[in-house]
Nanobody, 116 residues
Framework: QVQLVESGGGLVQTGGSLRLSCVAS????????MSWYRQAPGKERELVAR????????NYADSVKGRFTISRDNAKNTVYLQMNTLKPEDTAVYYC?????????WGQGTQVTVSS
């Protein structure tokens, strides 16, 4: 079992930045794929960014490419999501997910609100 705790959400104006953090309860190494998802009211949860296991490559939703960056510090059991040039449509609850083989572990989410 892995417990994940997200933090760093909040209220920010359009064009602003936030950095989300996700701390895992146990050591996460390159065998874990780490992802950030988000869910806006009335919408389905969607993948925002993913840091792939083993090769460390990253994937992003088209809507956030060039604005968001996922990074990980395995020594600190932490994954980050740097979000720049935020837009009102980025408003959502952001969730961290850890995947080990076929097992998924989710955090409780952190609210991000971008005001226009």
């Amino acid at each position: 079992q892995v417990q994940l705790v997200e933090s760093g959400g909040g209220l920010v104006q359009t064009g602003g930045s936030l950095r989300l953090s996700c701390v895992a309860s146990k050591f996460i190494d390159s065998t874990y794929t780490m992802s950030w998802y988000r869910q806006a009211p009335g919408k389905e949860r969607e993948l925002v960014a993913r840091s792939n296991r083993f090769d460390g490559t990253s994937n992003y939703a088209d809507s956030v490419k060039g604005r968001f960056t996922i990074s990980r510090d395995n020594a600190k059991n932490t994954v980050y999501l740097q979000m720049n040039t935020l837009k009102p449509e980025d408003t959502a609850v952001y969730y961290c997910k850890a995947t080990f083989v076929t097992n998924d572990y989710w955090g409780q989410g952190t609210q991000v609100t971008v005001s226009s």
